[in-house]
């Protein structure tokens, strides 16, 4: 059975790591009236640094949802139960404090929740738990497995093609890589923001979820600002107000006890 999709178009983003310049990125998502969510752990273990608190009551002021990131930036594949569950309590914990408000969403460090990951996020009272599975335009069947659409990342097919296979294949999943799948020729950023665009607004027409995310740190590495301007301009003005969202509202596009089932077929 095909993955039923809403009944009208969703757009949401999410950020990850927490790095400060997720607050440049925050003021490109405001200037084009996009919201997102910033799934931040309590410090870095690749060195990089975290926003400052200060800066997180500001994005959580300005309308955005702050979600977990573990509290060391852990990856849970090799962790033991208890250890995974102390990262991901920990890191919500230090959130609230900071907040001074409820922290129910959850990223895995590495897309990856290993064995425990998808049972504690339950455990523990997330409302959902996001991956880096990509090349999906509908909220998925499990929210402690949430997908998304696309990485503001230049990535070479046979990456998304690694992708594609570790995450079930599908039919549907294919012509989207296909959209994706940048080859050499035409500078990256611009052949990134030219093939997201033209996904964002198939995604609008298809009445699907078109889910962006990436790492500020990478797109500044990267000098894909302009990609991600480009993105989210085209994005906006195929999305109406009312369908941009953060990833908490996308739990309620499916039951959370739904059994599993196949993205849609037939993207255009």
Not at 140 to 147: E, L, R
Not at 164 to 169: A, E, T
């Amino acid at each position: 059975m095909a993955e039923p999709l809403p009944s009208a178009p969703v757009l949401t983003t999410s950020w990850d790591d927490g790095h400060p310049l997720d607050m440049r990125l925050a003021e490109m998502l405001l200037r084009h009236g996009v919201t997102g969510t910033f799934y931040v752990p309590g410090r870095n273990r690749a060195d990089r640094p975290v926003m400052a608190a200060a800066d997180l009551r500001e994005l959580a002021a300005a309308g955005f949802e702050i979600g977990s990131h573990t509290a060391d930036h852990r990856r849970l594949p090799g962790l033991s139960r208890a250890d995974a569950g102390r990262q991901m309590a920990d890191g919500r914990a230090a959130l609230e404090d900071i907040l001074g408000r409820p922290v129910d969403g959850f990223c895995f460090p590495g897309g990856r929740p290993g064995r425990w990951g998808r049972l504690l996020a339950r455990e523990l009272g997330f409302s959902h738990a996001r991956t880096t599975q990509m090349l999906r335009i509908d909220a998925g069947a499990d929210p402690f497995a949430m997908a998304t659409t696309a990485q503001i990342y230049p990535h070479r097919p046979a990456a998304l093609l690694r992708n594609w296979l570790r995450h079930g294949g599908g039919g549907s999943r294919l012509a989207i890589l296909r959209a994706l799948a940048l080859r050499g020729g035409a500078a990256q950023d611009v052949a990134l923001g030219d093939a997201l665009a033209v996904l964002a607004r198939r995604t609008a027409l298809r009445r699907g979820v078109f889910h962006l995310w990436g790492h500020s740190w990478e797109i500044e590495a990267r000098g894909l600002w302009g990609a991600l301007d480009r993105a989210l301009a085209t994005a906006a003005a195929a999305f109406p107000a009312e369908s941009r969202v953060v990833n908490r509202a996308l739990v309620t596009l499916r039951p959370v006890d739904a059994p599993p089932s196949r993205p849609q077929d037939g993207f255009p």
